[in-house]
């Protein structure tokens, strides 16, 4: 009988130390998880305060055209578009 106990308390010690390997297993991970969503959410709060106009792709500096300085004959126009 004490042979039986015995058995089951190295089991138990063995399930409890295989446990606490898996646990740091999955704890690093979920560490890192939560760490790359705070930096997402910080460079959310950072594109929402600097606002669209600051996004160097989208300011574009476009010339105006210049307007039409001669007669109002319709083929020059025509011409001119």
């Known amino acids: 009988m004490n042979s039986s106990v015995d058995m ?3 089991g138990d010690t063995s ?3 295989e ?3 898996l646990r740091n297993h999955v704890e ?3 560490k890192e998880l939560a ?3 705070e930096r997402i959410d910080q460079h959310d709060v ?3 305060t600097r606002g669209v106009d600051h996004i160097p792709f989208m ?3 476009v010339p105006k055209s210049k307007p039409y300085k001669s007669s109002q004959n319709a083929r020059e ?3 001119f578009l």
């Open 8 to 10: 089951l308390q190295q």
């Open 15 to 17: 399930l409890r130390e």
């Open 19 to 21: 446990n606490a390997v």
């Open 28 to 30: 690093v991970p979920l």
């Open 35 to 37: 760490e790359l969503k």
């Open 46 to 48: 950072a594109l929402a």
């Open 59 to 61: 300011a574009k500096d």
């Open 77 to 79: 126009i025509d011409n």
